[in-house]
């Protein structure tokens, strides 16, 4: 059974699924400029940040499993190495103009 987070709602509580989400959807709810002011600087504090406040902006409940760690664990490393694909330079710095491009929707 994968880890699970509830989202509560006034009418009816959904399950999502850790499992399903995207970078893509963590990535543009937040304004790459506000990362950068606040001094997150590496692919891994970054993916962290957005996680939290992807979870956080959904008012979204951790259920309680005890593979929750593993499962989320797994989901910072894969989305660590995607935005260091997508949006780091071969040296490792971040491309704040590449990610402000996407998060634009552009």
């Known amino acids: 059974m994968g880890a699970n987070l509830i989202e509560s709602t006034s009418s009816q509580k959904r399950v999502v699924h850790l499992k399903d989400l995207q970078l893509s959807d963590v990535l543009k709810k937040i304004n790459p400029y506000v990362l950068r002011s606040t001094q997150v600087f590496t692919a891994e504090q970054i993916v962290k940040y957005l996680l939290y406040a992807y979870l956080s902006s959904n008012k979204i409940v ?45």
């Open 62 to 106: 951790l259920r309680k499993h005890k593979n929750f760690l593993e499962v989320y664990s797994r989901i910072v490393n894969i989305f660590t190495q995607q935005f260091v694909e997508e949006f780091c330079s071969p040296d490792g710095k971040i491309d704040w103009n590449k990610l402000a491009h996407f998060n634009s929707g552009n």
